[in-house]
Nanobody
């Protein structure tokens, strides 16, 4: 069993920054890939960024150059630094991992980009 808890969401103006953090209830050393997804109102959930245990990262095109995913194995966290935020980044952001073939999700954290 793995419990994920996101934090760091909120309301920010366009061009601003937020840092999301996901605390994992077990050591992440043995978890290969960790992801951030998001779901905007009326849209499907989409994969935003992924990071492997070796530090390899992937991003959707719309956030490349603006978002940075990282993991801290000592603190058992995966983070998402979001810069130059746009209105279209507004969504609920979810942390996701696969562990022993089971999928685990956090409860989500709301990010709203608005002036």
């Amino acid at each position: 069993q793995v419990h994920l808890a996101e934090s760091g969401g909120g309301l920010v103006q366009p061009g601003g920054s937020l840092r999301l953090s996901c605390a994992v209830s077990r050591t992440i050393f043995s978890i290969n890939t960790m992801d951030w997804y998001r779901q905007a109102p009326g849209k499907e959930r989409e994969l935003v960024a992924s990071i492997t245990s070796t530090g390899s990262t992937n991003y959707i095109d719309s956030v490349k150059g603006r978002f940075t995913i990282s993991r801290d194995n000592a603190k058992n966290t995966v983070n998402l630094q979001m810069n130059s935020l746009k209105a279209e980044d507004t969504a609920v952001y979810y942390c996701h991992v696969v562990y022993v073939r089971f999928h685990y999700w956090g409860q989500g954290t709301q990010v709203t980009v608005s002036s």
